[in-house]
Each structure stands twice: as C-alpha cells, then as structure tokens.
C-alpha cells in the first residue's frame, strides 16, 4: 500500500473515530454533574427560571443539575467565559433578552454572539404590557398614537434603565407607530412604577407579573400586552397587534447556550431532552406562576429566533441612536 494511500486510510479511521466518540458521548450524556450558569444575581426572572428547569431535568437525567450565579455587565462577563469553555454539554448558561442586545450597546464585547455560541432551548416568553395612568387621556393603543402624534415629544415613557427591553419596548412602539415618546430611564423597574402611580410619567412597558396587581385595583390601565398572543393572566386585554399596530412584538425571553462547536449528535440529545423537561406539566405550570409561558422551539427554530432577534434589535438601536455611556 503506498504512504498517500495509508495516510487516507488513516485519516477516514481518525474521522470515523471521531464520529463513534461523539456519538457515544451524546448516549452516555450526561455521567456526571451538570452546570447551568445563570449570568445574574440570584432572585430574578431568569434564576428562578433556571432553577424550575434545573430541578426537571435533575429528574430527567439522573444526574444532579446546579444553578450557578455569575453576575456582571449585563451577563456579557460569564457569556465571555462560556466561549472559551469545552463543549461537553456540562457547562450551560440561561441567559435573558440582553444576550441578543449587548452586541449592538456594547462596541467592546471579547466575543461574536452570532458565532460564539451554540442555542440549544428557548427556556421561556414572558409577555410585557404597555400600561398607563389612569388620569391619562388614551384608553387604547390607537388612542395613544393619535395623542402622541398631537402632542410630539411630551409623552413620557419609563424604563428600568437605558438599553433594558422594556426600554426596547418603547422605542420600537415610536418606530412602528411613527410617534416620539420621550424615554425616561431609571435605575430599576421599580422606581420607574412609582413614578407611574405617581403620574410622574404617563406609560410604561412592564412585565405582567409586575403590574398586574396594579392593573387589576384600577391604578394602571392596561393597553396591550407586547407578545402576538394575549397574556393568560391577562385574557381581556388584547394584543397591541391587533390593537392597532399590526406585527408589534417585543417579549422578554430567556434562552440556554452551550460553548461553541458542540458535536451535532450531543446537541440534539440535550436540545430534545430540554425541551421536554420545560414542556412536562411540572415546569409549564411552575412557569405559568411566574408570568411566563415554556419555551416550545425545537433547536433549528430557536437558533433562527435568536439570529432574527439580533437583526431586530440592531435596527432598534441603530434607528433610535442609543448609546451606553
């Protein structure tokens, strides 16, 4: 046998070799403990999320699945680490909307978002509401867009702070709606609220979880929820979609990532086994508690959804010139 011939030989054994391996990783996955990192303080949406999924496929696998906490810089400083790491499948992160964002705020980012990172499950939706205060004058979406248009640059909107998807929110409404409401950031959701009792400020874009109690006392009053269907908790509030801005979508979602480069067979061992974890009556039932409805994506959907996502908000940004000082 000549060398060129031994050396092709031994190359389509190295190749089938590494198939077998991957193959047998993605059956025996996982045969030890899991991780999912959560790149923000414990308590939130996400972490409470991730702990509900966790807790699934613990008894899925067998195998014990922890949530870890590593905050900072709006989740960019752990999805940096994330690229470097092996992708074994035993190191995952859930992140929020702002995996998606940050590439268009942040010039500086150590890492590409659309290549860095393999999507594996969308984890969950949770369907924001545009609320107003009761003394202002618009009682629906297109009453809100005729006054606004009437009155340029003196509606104000809150927010959580600059860049946050409810600020998002906001600025996608004036694009679509051809309007100017003027944004207010604030340092948390919750100070901005207040100022919306307060009618400090006359609209918001808030989760359901968070003003429903408000919206049922009668001290906001709700104009639409943000997703293209209505929110559960909210039945007889209708879409903004089909209140009068056709196509507005603008949801708060939370996603899991793997390190890039993740062997085809493994990720869909772990894709299919999320998805069926978070569509186990446990999980959507516990997620409903929380506002937010299971992810229901299989991988290849997902993966679109993210890349669409980054395209949407580029535009946003780019269109309303946001920047992070």
Avoid: C
Avoid at 57 to 75: C, D, F, I, M, P
Avoid at 79 to 100: F, R
Avoid at 109 to 126: C, H, S
Wanted: charged letters at 15%; a positive charge.
């Amino acid at each position: 046998m000549s060398k060129l011939n031994t050396f092709v030989r031994n190359l389509l054994l190295g190749f089938s070799f590494a198939i077998v391996g991957a193959s047998a990783l993605a059956q025996n996955f996982p045969n030890g403990p899991v991780k999912i990192v959560v790149p923000f303080p414990p308590g939130g949406t996400t972490d409470i999320l991730a702990r509900i999924l966790a807790n699934e496929l613990t008894k899925k696998w067998s195998q014990s699945v922890v949530v870890e906490n590593r905050a900072g810089a709006s989740g960019t400083v752990f999805s940096e680490q994330l690229v470097k790491m092996p992708p074994d499948g035993y190191t995952l992160m859930v992140t929020a909307t702002h995996h998606v964002i940050n590439p268009n705020l942040y010039k500086n980012l150590k890492y590409n978002t659309r290549t860095d990172f393999t999507p594996v499950a969308l984890v969950a939706n949770v369907p924001n509401v545009l609320v107003v205060n009761p003394a202002f004058p618009a009682k629906t979406v297109k009453e809100l867009i005729t006054y606004a248009k009437a009155n340029p640059g003196k509606v104000m909107f809150g927010s959580a702070g600059t860049g946050g998807a409810n600020h998002l929110s906001g600025e996608l409404f004036n694009a679509m709606a051809g309007i100017n409401m003027v944004h207010v950031p604030y340092k948390g959701a919750a100070p901005a609220l207040n100022d919306l009792l307060g009618n400090q400020i006359s609209v918001m874009f808030d989760s359901v979880p968070g003003v429903l109690q408000h919206i049922k006392s009668g001290k906001l009053r709700a104009l639409g929820v943000t997703s293209l269907t209505r929110a559960t908790a909210l039945p007889d509030v209708p879409t903004i979609s089909e209140a009068g801005l056709k196509g507005f979508e603008a949801t708060a979602w939370f996603g899991m990532y793997a390190p890039p480069k993740m062997a085809p067979d493994l990720l869909s061992k772990i894709s299919s086994d999320v998805l069926a974890a978070l569509q186990s009556a446990q999980v959507k039932n516990q997620f409903a508690e929380q506002g937010a409805d299971a992810g229901s994506m299989n991988q290849a959907q997902y993966a679109k959804y993210v890349d669409d996502e980054m395209n949407k908000w580029a535009k946003v940004i780019t269109d309303s010139n946001i920047k992070i000082e």
